[in-house]
């Protein structure tokens, strides 16, 4: 395929235009009379057929997209950080049990959160950060998410893809009021 595209007399066809795209998701190509370029696509892996010579599979790899953090909010007790994804996570890595706040968020959110605070992953898609003793975190101030923790869910690639299936470094979202939680009526 690769002389073909590099212009080899012997693959060349003028034809690349005229490929045929099937209702199964098969790609064929007429090259040259009684041989075809045949390329059949899934999520896992590409096969690529060489007819009536050969056979070639190439692994494809497409990274999900990144989840997105679209909520940051006080709890109403103002204790705790309910932070909203819109895809499922890889939880950080962090499991559903409560833990160091360090895996997720930057050195400057640690501070403002206070020494003790503590993650815990309440689905794939919520997190809480129940605060420390000596938190400093109040309404209208930026979480900033570590790069390269949060990835989506079941990817286990690493974050070195384009586009990148995890989070963006340095996320920033101001934290809403307790009253500006958009499940209450207050």
């Known amino acids: 395929l690769s002389a073909a595209y590099k212009g080899s007399l012997e693959h060349y066809t003028r034809r690349w235009s005229q490929a045929i795209i099937t209702h199964e998701g098969q790609i064929i190509l007429p090259t040259k009379k009684g041989h075809t370029w045949e390329w059949t696509l899934d999520p896992r892996q590409t096969q690529l057929f ?12 497409v990274p999900p997209v990144a989840p997105m953090l679209l909520d940051a909010h006080f709890t109403p ?17 962090m499991g559903a049990l409560p833990g160091d706040c360090a895996r997720v968020f930057t050195a400057r959110t640690l501070a403002l959160l206070g020494p003790t ?13 129940d ?43 101001a934290i ?11």
């Not at 605070?117 to 950060?129: F, T």
């Open 50 to 61: 060489e007819s009536p010579l050969s056979q070639y599979t190439v692994n494809v790899v």
């Open 77 to 93: 007790s103002a204790e705790a950080i309910e932070l909203s994804f819109n895809a499922s996570t890889n939880r950080a890595l």
């Open 117 to 129: 605070a503590r993650c815990e992953w309440r689905s794939p898609r919520k997190l809480r950060v």
């Open 131 to 173: 605060l420390g003793l000596e938190s400093r975190m109040m309404p209208g101030q930026m979480l900033s998410l570590k790069p390269g923790t949060i990835a989506a869910a079941r990817w286990r690639g690493g974050c070195d893809w384009h586009p990148s299936p995890c989070t963006a470094g340095n996320v920033h979202l």
């Open 176 to 186: 809403a009021s307790p009253c500006d939680d958009a499940e209450t009526t207050a």
